[in-house]
T-cell receptor, first 115, second 114 residues
Framework: EAQVTQNPRYLITVTGKKLTVTCSQN?????MSWYRQDPGLGLRQIYY???????DKGDVPEGYKVSRKEKRNFPLILESPSPNQTSLYFC??????????????FGEGSRLTVL | AQSVTQLGSHVSVSEGALVLLRCNYS??????LFWYVQYPNQGLQLLLK??????LVKGINGFEAEFKKSETSFHLTKPSAHMSDAAEYFC????????????FGKGTTLSVSS
């Protein structure tokens, strides 16, 4: 089954404790992206990657890091989480070659609470 | 720069009534437009998409949307609401392959009462 898998789905942590949210897709998509969803703000892009070893900032990258060492994986790293990073996070992917619509496929989401 | 405006953060309808969720966009290039639905505690699922073919697009679960270039709109409709349609709906715009992001609206929560 074609899917985007995120882990963990739920996490409660404390300020300053480094954490990583993993994302993996099995569709051989070139493009991957992280969004955060906050009430009243919709989804905002954090980082994206057009291919292996190619990453770039989205609209709200502060406090986050990413890496793309393999095509299928795109982890989101919070080096020193703060309460304002409490949010619902979505990983998404899409094809680039042969697809000109930009349709994204989403993971189930990771709800993060930083105390 | 692209942007999306969804008019109305909350829409309430009765079961069987018409559903109309409004979306206006701005884009400097011919846009690709999407509606996604998010059920409680779930990810985003594609409802339908406009990719410059037919202006009236049919999606899943009886939803459809019409692309109106003159009005820069892409409103989502369903003739008869069902209780299971209660969810949050997001309109999004893309520049297609050239774009580096889907730009989302802030979402509209649809409530359906019996």
């Amino acid at each position: 089954e074609a899917q985007v898998t995120q882990n963990p789905r739920y996490l409660i942590t404390v300020t300053g404790k480094k954490l990583t949210v993993t994302c993996s897709q099995n569709m051989n998509h070139e493009y991957m992206s992280w969004y955060r969803q906050d009430p009243g703000l919709g989804l905002r892009q954090i980082y994206y990657s057009m291919n292996v070893e190619v990453t770039d900032k989205g609209d709200v990258p502060e406090g986050y890091k990413v890496s793309r060492k393999e095509k299928r994986n795109f982890p989101l790293i919070l080096e020193s989480p703060s309460p304002n990073q409490t949010s619902l996070y979505f990983c998404a992917s899409r094809r680039l070659a042969g697809d000109n619509t930009g349709e994204l496929f989403f993971g189930e989401g990771s709800r993060l609470t930083v105390l | 720069a692209q942007s999306v405006t969804q008019l109305g953060s909350h829409v309430s309808v009765s079961e069987g009534a018409l559903v109309l969720l409004r979306c206006n966009y701005s884009s400097s290039v011919p846009p690709y437009l999407f509606w996604y639905v998010q059920y409680p505690n779930q990810g985003l699922q594609l409802l339908l998409k406009y990719t410059s073919a037919a202006t009236l697009v049919k999606g899943i679960n009886g939803f459809e949307a019409e692309f109106k270039k003159s009005e820069t709109s892409f409103h989502l409709t369903k003739p008869s609401a069902h209780m299971s349609d209660a969810a949050e709906y997001f309109c999004a715009v893309s520049e297609g392959q050239a774009g580096t992001a889907l730009i989302f609206g802030k979402g509209t929560t649809l409530s359906v009462s019996s």
